[in-house]
């Protein structure tokens, strides 16, 4: 399903059976949707899918950053494009993987059931290195400053960079998406870099109202320091 934030419309999109997995190539402005069958580019324009490639495939994820990246499933091993087929990652051959990401800056994170991974691409650390264990990723992102963030299914946590590890910012229940734009258009002012995500009842934005800096002032001197739903804007 796709939906129109601006026109409020939403509609159906049919031709990828067990329709999953979503990515987006930013560089060709194009959409790649994933299903039981293979990969499918979708056309904004006339809203049709044709398929692309991996026929008879289960595809779990996408991931586009100068490469096309998918998830299989249900063996969870990490495909790559190039030279017009897919074939095994292979420093990641034999790790099973549920979400993947790389940053603008070419670092690897990665997650599946046993925690959450971080690796650089270069020659001094090879070997990725846990952020998190027993927790539920369900996505990683990051804003239009770089900063990455991670959906779990208890809240958003953002990496903790001066202890290898990551910490809570915002406590949601049943979270499932996070991503991040430019402006809302239904917003009456143009915000940047606005935080919209799903839980199981509805896609939601976050904006900023004329009382957000009170609101968190009062936070920083409660004395509890613990997250709170929704921390740093106020709806």
């Not at 994170?109 to 020659?123: C, D, E, P, R, V």
């Not at 430019?182 to 934005?205: C, G, M, R, T």
Request: hydrophobic share 35%.
């Amino acid at each position: 399903m796709t939906c129109n934030v601006k026109k409020e419309i939403c509609r159906s999109i049919d031709g990828v059976p067990g329709g999953y997995a979503i990515g987006y190539d930013r560089l060709h402005d194009e959409f790649y949707m994933g299903g039981h069958q293979g990969l499918y580019r979708y056309n904004i324009e006339t809203h049709q899918v044709r398929y692309f490639a991996e026929r008879g495939k289960s595809v779990w994820g996408i991931f586009i950053r100068r490469n096309f990246y998918y998830i299989q499933h249900p063996s969870q091993q990490l495909y790559v494009y190039k030279k017009k087929t897919f074939r095994k990652v292979p420093e990641t051959i034999g790790i099973e993987i549920d979400n993947f990401f790389i940053t603008r800056n070419f670092v690897v994170y990665f997650s599946n059931k046993t925690g959450l991974f971080k690796a650089k691409i270069n020659k001094r650390e090879k070997k990725p290195y846990i952020l998190a264990k027993e927790i539920e990723i369900r996505q990683i992102t990051e804003d239009l400053y770089g900063v990455v963030y991670f959906c779990a299914s208890d809240g958003i946590y953002v990496e903790d960079l001066n202890n290898r590890s990551i910490k809570k910012i915002a406590n949601i229940d049943q979270l499932f998406s996070i991503t991040f734009m430019d402006h809302f258009y239904l917003s009456p002012k143009k915000e940047f870099n606005q935080l919209v995500y799903s839980d199981k009842y509805a896609i939601y934005v976050l904006t900023h109202n004329n009382h957000s800096s009170m609101c968190a002032k009062l936070y920083r001197t409660s004395g509890i320091h613990k997250p709170v739903k929704l921390v740093k804007v106020v709806l």
